[in-house]
T-cell receptor, first 114, second 115 residues
Framework: SAVISQKPSRDICQRGTSLTIQCQVD?????MFWYRQQPGQSLTLIAT?????????ESGFVIDKFPISRPNLTFSTLTVSNMSPEDSSIYLC???????????FGQGTRLTVV | AQSVAQPEDQVNVAEGNPLTVKCTYS??????LFWYVQYPNRGLQFLLK??????LVKGSYGFEAEFNKSQTSFHLKKPSALVSDSALYFC?????????????FGSGTRLSIRP
């Protein structure tokens, strides 16, 4: 299994500012994933973060809005840039340890933009 | 393209009765299938998975699920529901050919168990 620490757990931010969310894993993983979830709704994949290369973004998400860093095999950050109230959501970090394993999730970051 | 459908937004069951939460999927090749549960203000907790082998898989908290290839379904079941099972349940799918392939989640089903 994997233990994922995500910071901050929640934040209230002013529109137009940026927030960086950190994700720390207790083991080395090749790929990390960032999801967005409206409360009570499904998870939408934002991007896949590979160590040492550019993140791969899903349709509807762009690097300028959601820049991702992946400096090593245990850590990643997601920045939500130039925030608007529409960015209010829960952001989740996830990892997969191997081909036959399930995904493990952090506790999420609840973001409110005012 | 891969997809997951959970046709019921909400399932209501009396405590002690059996419960079923439905899931159908579409994916290229052999699917890896998962069920997760989310309690209020909590992260996602893994319940069970189907990778290969026996079509009936057993997981945490007395839950089980049956993989049906012909119907492309992976319904979650429990013989006797508990009030504490009330939560949001997600079915998820990933193509089995690579651990690099992304996991896609269904829309979620809210399970409500009445005493």
């Amino acid at each position: 299994s994997a233990v994922i620490s995500q910071k901050p757990s929640r934040d209230i931010c002013q529109r137009g500012t940026s927030l960086t969310i950190q994700c720390q894993v207790d083991s080395q993983v090749t790929m990390m994933f960032w999801y967005r979830q409206q409360p009570g709704q499904s998870l939408t994949l934002i991007a896949t973060a590979n160590q040492g290369s550019e993140a791969t973004y899903e349709s509807g998400f762009v690097i300028d809005k959601f820049p991702i860093s992946r400096p090593n095999l245990t850590f990643s950050t997601l920045t939500v840039s130039n925030m608007s109230p529409e960015d209010s959501s829960i952001y989740l970090c996830s990892v997969v340890l191997g081909r036959n394993t399930e995904a493990f999730f952090g506790q999420g970051t609840r973001l409110t933009v005012v | 393209a891969q997809s997951v459908a959970q046709p019921e937004d909400q399932v209501n069951v009396a405590e002690g009765n059996p419960l079923t939460v439905k899931c159908t999927y579409s994916v290229s090749g052999n699917p890896y299938l998962f069920w997760y549960v989310q309690y209020p203000n909590r992260g996602l907790q893994f319940l069970l998975k189907y990778i290969t082998g026996d079509n009936l898989v057993k997981g945490s908290y007395g839950f089980e699920a049956e993989f049906n290839k012909s119907q492309t379904s992976f319904h979650l079941k429990k013989p006797s529901a508990l009030v504490s099972d009330s939560a949001l349940y997600f079915c998820a799918v990933r193509p089995g050919y690579s651990s690099a392939s992304k996991i896609i989640f269904g829309s979620g089903t809210r399970l409500s168990i009445r005493p």
